[in-house]
């Protein structure tokens, strides 16, 4: 599956660079200070895309995307109102085929996760790292502490303007729907990214950038294209009402037994319910994927930290598409629309 679980928060904490130096010994100056510093290998690598799809000795293929880079950058700006600002018009080759990992934890016996506060972005359902070790070793920390953990690469982030993101390597891996998906989905975090809001953030983000990749392709004549991210969205909305009712279903069964003394017995609980889900997930929901292959219903990992971190990507996918179609499947309108009825109940946002 195309799990685009990503690590914004991680990259953004290098606009606070300065402000480690003041906790430089404490473990989150010591975080902030490896993101800035991380951060700022991937800014002094960045090459201008226009100069390199002119450059003859670019790769086709390479050029090509770069190109299309360009172009759904260019659309998201002019056709979906995403302030675009400098973000993607340079590429940056990293040293390897991960940029980030992201780590996300929840208690075993409870739908409750783990969080981490860092400045500017508030408190979020993950954490980065640009070392494998690191990852591990806050992994293995997470895990001691008696969570469930999930770790898992992220291809691609945003700054929320605040740089001037650049392409990566890793982004440039994707094939074109998904690559103009990425460019649309970190563009909307530009447009609108509420404080503590990691769920309606990355969910929304989703839904923009499912819908805006299908109508850059149309626009550009392209329709199979455009069909290929229907369907990638049509398994996203698939997978999204299997996540709720499995969280649901979970949620319920742990309150049935509540208190510490109970907490073996909601282990056990746990298990046979994902036991279920697996068998749902495999005999009725794998059957009907367009996209995904069929072996994914079989191999995803399903325990309380992997459920959790698909639902801040995968939320309200539903209410997303009521707007879209209530708006006449105007999906500018509907960026607006959802934004302002967000603002109205969860507070405020970074302005454009």
């Known amino acids: 599956m195309r799990a685009r679980l990503g690590g914004v928060a991680v990259v953004l904490l290098a606009i606070v660079a300065g402000g480690a130096l003041l906790v430089a010994l404490t473990p989150l100056g010591r975080y902030v200070a490896r993101a800035a510093w991380e951060e700022g290998r991937i800014l002094r690598g960045r090459r201008p895309i226009a100069a390199l799809v002119r450059d003859s000795s670019t790769a086709p293929a390479t050029r090509a995307k770069l190109q299309l880079v360009l172009d759904a ?4 700006r002019d056709s979906l109102g995403l302030p675009a600002k400098d973000a993607f018009t340079q ?10 990992l992201v780590l996300s934890g929840a208690r ?10 860092f400045p500017v972005v508030g408190r979020v359902p993950y954490k980065g790292f640009f070392k494998v070790a690191d990852a591990e070793r806050a992994e293995r ?14 291809p691609a982030f945003s700054t929320l303007g605040w740089f001037n993101d650049p392409v990566l390597s890793t982004t440039l891996g994707a094939d074109s729907v998904d690559l103009v998906n990425t460019v649309i989905h970190e563009l909307t ?10 769920v309606f953030n990355e969910s929304f983000a989703n839904f923009v950038g499912a819908r805006g990749s299908e109508r850059f392709f149309l626009a550009r004549g392209d329709s199979a294209s455009a069909a290929r991210a229907v369907d990638r969205w049509a398994d996203d909305r698939l997978l999204a009402a299997y996540w709720a009712a499995l969280y ?6 742990f309150r049935s ?3 510490d003394s ?7 609980i746990r298990d046979s319910v994902y036991r279920v889900a697996r068998r749902v997930l495999v005999d009725s929901i794998g059957p009907r994927f367009r996209t995904i292959p069929a072996a994914y219903a079989a191999r995803v990992r399903l325990d309380n930290a992997a459920l959790m971190a698909r639902r801040i990507y995968l939320t309200d996918l539903e209410m997303f598409e009521r707007t879209y179609e209530a708006a006449g499947r105007d999906l500018e309108a509907a960026i607006r629309r959802l934004i302002a009825e967000h603002e109205g109940g969860a507070g405020g946002a970074r302005p454009e």
């Open 73 to 76: 950058r260019a659309f998201a």
């Open 91 to 100: 590429f940056t080759q990293l040293e390897s085929d991960t940029l980030v």
């Open 108 to 117: 075993k016996d409870w739908l409750e996760g783990k969080s981490w506060w």
């Open 141 to 154: 920390a997470l895990a001691a502490d008696g969570y469930d953990t999930y770790l898992r690469p992220s």
């Open 189 to 198: 975090h530009n447009r609108y990214y509420a404080k503590d809001g990691a």
């Open 248 to 253: 649901t279903g979970l949620d319920s069964a």
């Open 257 to 259: 037994v509540p208190g």
């Open 262 to 268: 109970l907490r073996a017995r909601r282990i056990g």
